[in-house]
């Protein structure tokens, strides 16, 4: 009976902490505009955003003739799914990524390189 007692307890406590614990957490995220980011698509997403943005001259003409517009640029890295086979992650000095998301009802892919200051998104196409 004692083993149960103590079990009792310890779990009261863990139950209470981890209730503790979630509204701290999200407290401070609202707050400070963190994101907790531990999978490596979302950690890829992340580095790309905090980036400057340059676009090639394939990417300008899209923009121009409005088959594309910032604002899919931004959801491809928002809510895009990267293709970690088809990506060249070990190229020097800038990574090649390719993100697949959903644009305008049709299946898109993004081509972009990584650079240690800078991001050029190379091609879209849908």
């Given at each position: 009976m004692a083993?149960?007692?103590r079990l009792g307890f310890y779990l009261f406590g863990l139950s209470i902490g981890l209730v503790f614990l979630v509204?701290?957490?999200?407290?401070?995220?609202e707050k400070t505009g963190a994101e907790f980011c531990y999978f490596p698509n979302c950690r890829v997403l992340k580095d790309l955003r905090s980036k400057p943005m340059f676009y090639s001259e394939e990417i300008q003409q899209q923009l121009g003739n409005q088959l594309l517009d910032s604002?899919?640029?931004?959801s491809f890295l928002q809510e895009g799914d990267i293709d970690f086979d088809a990506s060249d992650t070990k190229s020097k000095p800038c990574k090649?990524?390719?993100?697949?998301?959903?644009?305008?009802?049709?299946?898109?892919?993004?081509?972009i390189k990584n650079c240690a200051q800078k991001v050029e998104v190379e091609e879209v196409s849908f």
């Amino acid at each position: 009976m004692a083993f149960l007692k103590r079990l009792g307890f310890y779990l009261f406590g863990l139950s209470i902490g981890l209730v503790f614990l979630v509204f701290f957490l999200k407290k401070k995220s609202e707050k400070t505009g963190a994101e907790f980011c531990y999978f490596p698509n979302c950690r890829v997403l992340k580095d790309l955003r905090s980036k400057p943005m340059f676009y090639s001259e394939e990417i300008q003409q899209q923009l121009g003739n409005q088959l594309l517009d910032s604002t899919d640029i931004a959801s491809f890295l928002q809510e895009g799914d990267i293709d970690f086979d088809a990506s060249d992650t070990k190229s020097k000095p800038c990574k090649t990524y390719v993100i697949e998301t959903e644009l305008k009802g049709k299946d898109a892919v993004m081509r972009i390189k990584n650079c240690a200051q800078k991001v050029e998104v190379e091609e879209v196409s849908f």
